[in-house]
């Protein structure tokens, strides 16, 4: 019996015949480097990483993912999953599973509730949902895998008033490293449950979710642009603003420095520019009342902030849709002050020579805060402030990003509370420190004896890896 091997993919050799058997035993392919349909099946959101795994399975339901995990425990290989990419770090050495064909949606309007398979993305369970004036608590960008997200937590655009994605999950399919499909819920094996919510893909492939839906279909929402030159008094403005608001008003930040391409609106084009987003869950004119001190720092290159459908959500955010190549840090902030403005301004304002396309700042609290007694371990401590910074560029580029993103990092630590959140981990923070920083001391200490328990090998390792040891 001949083995396959390639040394770029891993020192761990393939045998033929095992991927002959696994190949008979699931309905989606399974393909190897230099077959036929290998790079579209590796497609991933974040063109920086780009996938090369040693075998990958395109998974078609939960039996395809179960032969996957058991042929990957005979051959002693780590496990990768996708489902978007917007997330994912290197499968090299791994198999991977990509999940894109389970994609079914089903929405109980009676009790509220959605289920959703591996694949489906957000966009797809918002336009089902608002069809029963119904909706989630999903992603900013429509192309984001909603399992993926959910299992971070989840920081929707609607969160201050819901809260986490995480907190309103019933139910979770998944398969663990044995190979055996669980349905898990607060009731039948609680502790993974709660681990999954928070952990991302550290305990299983999850094959699907079921989770509450709101009574929710329209909303006061859209975009104040403003030229760059205003960014100072915008941010500082801003920042006052967001002091005491409503849990039904949601609102972020954005310094964007967009691509001079027809895609992007004409006064926006090839500009630094200021995006206040807004969503106002209630009355477009209570909305407009809030929404005022915002007008009143001056002219605007676009307003489109106005009583809109839900199902239009994501054009708040207006993330790109198409694959790019991203280098990204985060941070969480306690607080966001005149001096902190200042700090960004300096790194990331006009005249600043900043490479980062997008430098991203969320308002958190509202019902993000007064949540019950963890139910999941998604903790962002006394975080007031989410910093998210992204830079797109070619690959020989990174490194130089990479090193400006952790001056950025660097100059706002004074404000951050030392913490992240788990989804907007960029591969510079896959590390024991960063995971460490992601979790509260005792919520890690439960992760790892979950990890232990469910995946005493740390074949899920081919992520922001919680590991199956006493120091985490």
């Known amino acids: 019996m001949t083995s396959i091997n390639n040394p770029a993919q891993g020192d761990t050799p393939i045998v033929e015949g095992a991927v002959a058997r696994l190949t008979a035993q699931t309905v989606g392919p399974v393909l190897l480097p230099g077959d036929e349909g290998y790079d579209v099946e590796c497609e991933s959101y974040n063109l920086a990483i780009p996938q090369q795994p040693k075998l990958v399975v395109g998974a078609a339901n939960a039996a395809d993912v179960q032969a996957a995990l058991r042929f990957a425990a005979t051959q002693n290989l780590p496990v990768a999953v996708l489902a978007t990419g917007h997330n994912a770090l290197s499968s090299a050495g791994a198999l991977l599973i990509t999940t894109r064909r389970m994609d079914a949606v089903t929405i109980d309007a009676e009790a509220r509730t959605a289920r959703v398979e591996a694949g489906v993305r957000w966009h797809q369970v918002v336009e089902a949902a608002a069809k029963h004036g119904l909706a989630p608590v999903n992603g900013a960008a429509p192309t984001v895998g909603a399992v993926g997200y959910t299992l971070g937590g989840g920081l929707s655009p609607i969160g201050r008033t819901f809260g986490f994605a995480s907190d309103h999950v019933h139910l979770i399919e998944v398969v663990t490293a044995d190979g055996e499909l669980r349905t898990v ?167 600043s020579d900043s490479p980062l396309t997008i430098l991203d700042i969320r308002r958190l609290g509202g019902a993000l805060d007064r949540r019950p007694e963890p139910t999941n371990a998604v903790d962002l401590g006394d975080a007031a402030f989410s910093f998210y910074a992204v830079a797109i560029g070619a690959p020989d580029q990174a490194a130089a990003f990479k090193e400006f993103l952790t001056g950025v990092v660097d100059a706002i630590a004074p404000w951050s509370t030392g913490g992240r959140f788990v989804n907007f981990l960029g591969d510079s923070d896959a590390t024991a420190e960063g995971i460490a920083a992601t979790y509260p001391p005792q919520s890690l200490k439960r992760l790892v004896e979950a990890k232990r328990s469910y995946d005493p090998t740390n074949m899920f390792r081919v992520n922001h890896n919680i590991a199956p040891s006493s120091n985490g």
């Open 185 to 351: 819920n607060a009731t039948d094996e609680p502790e993974l449950f709660w681990a999954l919510r928070g952990g991302k893909g550290n305990f299983g492939v999850v094959t699907a979710l079921e989770f509450a839906l709101f009574p929710v279909s329209r909303i006061y929402g859209g975009g104040l642009f403003f030229s760059g030159e205003q960014a100072s008094e915008v941010l500082k403005t801003w920042g006052r603003w967001t002091a005491g608001l409503p849990d039904e008003m949601n609102s972020s930040v954005a310094l964007l420095q967009l691509p001079p391409i027809p895609e992007v609106p004409e006064p926006l084009r090839g500009r630094l520019v200021v995006h206040v987003r807004i969503a106002y869950v209630g009355p477009a004119e209570e909305g407009e009342r809030l929404v005022a001190p915002l007008r009143a720092i001056g002219p605007t290159l676009i307003d489109s902030v106005a009583d809109m459908p839900y199902s239009e959500v994501a054009s708040i955010h207006a993330d790109p849709t198409s694959p790019i190549p991203i280098v990204d840090r985060s941070a969480l902030l306690r607080e966001f002050t005149p001096e902190l403005v200042d700090t960004i301004i300096a790194k990331a304002g006009p005249g």
